[in-house]
């Protein structure tokens, strides 16, 4: 006889189709508090449970929309109010760059969320326990038997009904499970208090003699006493003492040949462009010129800055002077910088330099264009078609 307070009355099927019947009856009887264990999924329990929606879903929503809008809020105010910066002619809120970390704190607050909250508030965490766990129902249903049992704090609770209903219905055992015994661990006892002490003074003892003995004892010490030389750290190898070496003078990575006018305000002489105006060409050339030269330039070239004169305005490109340059010049200014322009030979490569003046030309072609041009283009677009 078990003097423990009855939790529930549950019942074992060797059926699937007899537990359906079985919960069927259970749900429309008016019970709310029971459940049911079976090896493997059984289609149609979910309706004959008479189970609503999760309502864990709306937590998944929820907290989602406040990363996404977490993000969002974050990128804003810090590259739009606080610290507004340009970067490659971009806007201020650059919508494309904040869509990855946007996805990322989305996802990561909807599925921290969704299981902090499942084990919180559905499987009542901490309580890890449960009195239906290592008895014999469940062994049973946790290999080819079915299971339905009904908790004893539901109001409609009724043994006799219940054992009479589990019988008309074909169950082939009737357990009655009961509540384990309350088992109390006192926190403060001295032994437990003395085992905690013991266990901070050994770890202190082994952390601080582990990083601040150990480590500098042979053959421990390797990390620390290594055949290295760490930058900006005096060397007694070399004469000069300096452990970072500067290149050798005239030195060049294989395969590359230096600017030779570089540092040159006016070069003697200038390079040509290698590259002929094709529609490949001059397609670089506008996306490097509206990244990288449009910020100061313009779009068209009229020198009409973007930056709100935090610098200089420079002059128009569609100047006398600036067409009659020759594009190694201008290929030259791009290289080695020009008064207030710095230099773009870190941000822009050879190929892009050079396609850059080509898209240029044609600014400057469509924006001073003659007569005979004009009529050339006419001629051109009627015999396309246009």
């Known amino acids: ?53 999760s309502k864990l879903g709306f937590i998944t929503l929820f907290f989602g929309l406040m990363g996404a ?17 340009i970067i490659g002619g971009k806007p201020f809120f650059a919508l494309p760059a904040f869509i990855p970390v946007t996805f990322e704190l989305t996802v990561l607050l909807a599925t921290v969320s969704t299981v902090i909250c499942m084990l919180t508030f559905f499987f009542r965490f901490p309580a890890n326990s449960y009195p239906i766990h290592d008895t014999q129902y469940m062994k049973d249903v946790s290999g080819d038997k079915f299971g339905v049992y009904v908790e004893a704090a539901d109001s409609r609770f009724d043994l006799t009904e ?32 003395w085992f905690l002490f013991s266990v901070f003074v050994i770890t202190s003892i082994i952390t601080y003699f582990s990083l601040n003995k150990l480590m500098y004892m042979e053959p421990f010490d390797w990390m620390a006493d290594q055949q290295k030389q760490s930058v900006q750290k005096m060397s007694a190898f070399y004469s000069d003492e300096f452990g970072m070496r500067t290149p050798v003078k005239g030195t060049v990575a294989r395969g590359f040949i230096p600017y030779k006018y570089l540092g040159q305000a006016v070069p003697a002489d200038t390079m040509k462009n290698p590259l002929p105006p094709t ?30 004169g935090q610098f200089v305005n420079p002059p128009s490109l569609h100047t006398n002077r600036a067409r009659t340059m020759t594009d190694g010049f201008i290929y030259h200014i791009i290289t080695n910088g020009q008064n207030a322009m710095p230099s773009y030979s870190s941000q822009v490569t050879r190929e892009e330099r050079w396609s850059i003046i080509n898209y240029l030309r044609v600014l400057q072609k469509a924006k001073n264009a003659s007569d005979a041009d004009l009529k050339m283009a006419k001629k051109e677009s009627v015999s396309d078609g246009k």
């Open 69 to 85: 809008a977490t993000a969002l809020l974050l990128a804003w105010w810090t590259l739009s109010v606080d610290y507004p910066l």
């Open 279 to 308: 529609s490949s060409v001059l397609e670089l050339g506008k996306k490097k010129f509206l990244t990288f030269c449009s910020p100061c330039h313009g779009n068209f070239a009229d020198g009409d800055s973007r930056l709100r």
């Open 1 to 53: 006889m078990n003097n423990n307070p009855l939790f529930a009355v549950a019942a074992v099927y060797d059926n699937p189709d007899k537990i359906i019947s079985a919960v069927t009856k259970i749900a429309n009887s008016g019970y709310r508090k029971f459940d049911v264990n079976t090896p493997y999924p059984l289609h149609g329990m979910d309706g004959a449970m008479k189970l609503k929606s």
């Open 162 to 193: 219940l054992t009479i209903l589990f019988n008309e219905t074909g169950a082939v055992r009737i357990d009655q499970i009961y509540l384990p015994a309350k088992e109390v661990y006192p926190l403060f006892q001295p032994k437990f208090l």
